[in-house]
């Protein structure tokens, strides 16, 4: 039987698997009983042995956080440069080979606590959310106003923020909400999660219908959801699923 973390949730109503680093984790209705979970894990356990062995064989260096890593952004594998400099700062680059760095800049006062190689992953870490966080802010908000004036489909509000397990949503209320790391995406597959969580203002689930609706602005939805799993372990050095 495969092992796996129970996560509960009274406001769900379906059972749903999860395969996150190698590690299986089940999110439940507060209602359902062990055993029918229990059963419902061993029918897909085929299915979740091959995910976790692929996840597992993997090795792409993005989880690391180290010196010549490699971190997607905007859909390209850049290499990681971490230096140190008065000023902490991030930015990309480019050799005269056309070849791309993530440069890190952390502040020389950090330079001692950084010789844990534990405390400089998490400094380097929590200045790429923050880079990954401002690039966001400068590139969703316009190419969601384009595209909701594209589908003539307007959200009453938006926000930007770090989310764990999901790209974007929509609630009852017309809200939509978008993970800042889709700057790790390709501008392509920007649009389509945009206007994914744009078509939900009209069909707030996944019918035929919604994904008709979709089709009408992005045909090419398909191959975008492929994209998302052909790329899930380069994305998962903070773990989401598409």
């Not at 495969?2 to 299986?24: D, F």
């Not at 609630?171 to 744009?198: A, C, K, Q, T, W």
């Amino acid at each position: 039987m495969i092992n796996y973390q129970l996560i509960r949730s009274e406001r769900r109503k379906t059972l749903g698997l999860q395969v996150k680093a190698g590690k299986v984790y089940v999110r439940a209705p507060s209602y359902v009983s062990k055993e029918f979970i229990h059963d419902f894990v061993a029918k897909k356990s085929s299915w979740l042995k091959a995910k976790v062995n692929e996840q597992v064989n993997v090795d792409d260096g993005c989880l690391s956080f180290e010196q010549g890593s490699k971190v997607l952004f905007q859909g390209e594998l850049l290499t990681l440069v971490i230096d140190f400099a008065p000023k902490r700062k991030t930015f990309i680059k480019s050799d005269k080979l056309d070849s791309k760095y993530l440069v890190v800049i952390l502040a020389n006062r950090q330079k001692e606590k950084a010789q844990n190689v534990k405390v400089q992953t998490l400094l380097v870490k929590k200045q790429l959310e923050e880079f990954y966080k401002e690039q966001a802010l400068s590139t969703i908000p316009s190419r969601l106003a384009q595209l909701s004036e594209l589908t003539s489909l307007k959200p009453v509000s938006f926000k930007i923020r770090q989310y764990k397990s999901r790209w974007g949503s929509c609630n009852s209320r017309g809200e939509l909400s978008f993970n800042y790391l889709l700057m790790m995406v390709p501008n392509d597959i920007l649009d389509y999660v945009i206007i994914h969580e744009l078509c939900h203002l009209k069909h707030l689930n996944h019918s035929t219908r919604f994904w008709q609706l979709v089709s009408c602005y992005y045909p090419e939805y398909v191959e975008a959801k492929r994209w998302f799993k052909e790329h899930q372990a380069q994305l998962q050095w903070l773990p989401l699923t598409s």
